[in-house]
């Protein structure tokens, strides 16, 4: 359904038209992962290349991926919904499959040069793909309508479509004693032209109309091909980045806490077994047994620069922080 884009008069100036869209997101029970043991952990392996790799993780980790978290997505889908209708009204993007055609209509008579303001509107369509067309009556064939409601009625009539913006102008058949000329005109857009003629621009149209028409000594049809030309000059396809930036992040937010709450980050784990906690005295939290560790180390080293590591036995150059096999992180007292 179009709608105004604004408006104006000779005597009552001129007003402006109107575009015719706080989310959060609850937070997840993720199960914690690290290379090195914490408090409640459970020592894991997997294999890569048929090289052992330890990890640890929390209690509520499941190495089997269970395809029905994936119905946590169905969670995701109004605020990917929401994100889609940002893009798309940052982003302007003309409709194509419509019917281009511009229409001159004067029936008013003061249209001076039509091919000039034809031209004007041709660049204007080149540029934004919306399609702009201009209609001028007088007021006798209004009916008792207002200009607006004429310009809706006039629009539905000439248009199938949302993707054109029509100028209507309208004048008294008769003039006054004192030969004062109360014109009208009206903006109407289709809905589809929103995302591309934003609200600002649409007020700078009009108030530069608004201006060249008040000049008397002015032709309307000029008046209306230079407003257009104004507006080509000036309108932009592309959005600003900061237009952007509050839609792309949380696209951003939303995917990661997707990512995390349906599990994809752990598929990589889905062959991980337990593995024992090879040099580790549980009862005495966690010590190692420093005796049995560094006996061992000097017997079964295979080298001088070489040391043992006291989770998987895997042998490694003493100048590593972290065991090559297990991924363990090494003290100074075991190298």
């Not at 359904?1 to 997101?25: F, R």
């Not at 969670?75 to 019917?99: G, M």
């Amino acid at each position: 359904m179009p709608h105004s884009s604004g408006g104006g008069s000779h005597s009552g100036g001129y007003h402006s038209g109107g575009h015719g869209g706080s989310h959060g997101s609850s937070g997840s029970s993720v199960p914690r992962i690290s290379r090195s043991r914490f408090n409640g952990s459970t020592r894991y392996v997997t294999y890569h290349n048929g090289e052992p790799r330890y990890f640890y993780a929390s209690k509520n980790f499941n190495p089997k991926f269970d395809p029905k978290r994936m119905l946590v997505g169905v969670f995701y889908l109004p605020f990917l919904i929401f994100i889609f209708l940002s893009f798309k009204n940052v982003i302007p993007i003309a409709t194509k499959n419509y019917n281009h055609n511009i229409v001159i209509t004067d029936d008013a008579d003061v249209i001076a040069d039509e091919w000039e303001l034809r031209d004007s509107l041709d660049r204007f369509m080149n540029k934004t793909g919306v399609t702009p067309s201009v209609v001028t009556i007088y007021d006798d064939m209004l009916e008792g309508r207002t200009l607006e409601e004429y310009a809706t009625d006039r629009y539905t009539r000439e248009f199938d479509d949302e993707m054109h913006w029509l100028i209507v102008y309208s004048k008294p058949k008769v003039y006054t004693s004192t030969g004062f000329v109360d014109w009208k005109w009206q903006g109407m857009q289709g809905d589809d032209t929103n995302p591309i003629l934003k609200e600002h621009e649409i007020q700078k149209f009009n108030n530069y109309l608004h201006n060249l028409l008040m000049d008397e000594n002015r032709n309307v049809g000029t008046s209306i091909a230079e407003s257009f030309d104004y507006l080509t000059s000036n309108i932009s396809r592309f959005s600003k980045f900061f237009s952007l930036a509050l839609p792309l992040f949380m696209l951003g937010f939303i995917l990661f806490h997707a990512y995390l709450s349906l599990g994809f980050n752990e598929l990589k784990y889905r062959k991980a077994v337990p593995a024992p906690e090879e040099g580790i005295d549980d009862d005495n939290d966690g010590a190692y047994d420093e005796f049995e560790i560094k006996g061992n180390t000097t017997n079964t080293a295979s080298a001088k620069n070489e040391t043992m590591c006291p989770y998987c036995g895997g042998y490694f150059s003493s100048n590593l922080n972290r065991c090559p096999h297990c991924n363990a992180r090494m003290s100074d007292e075991f190298k």
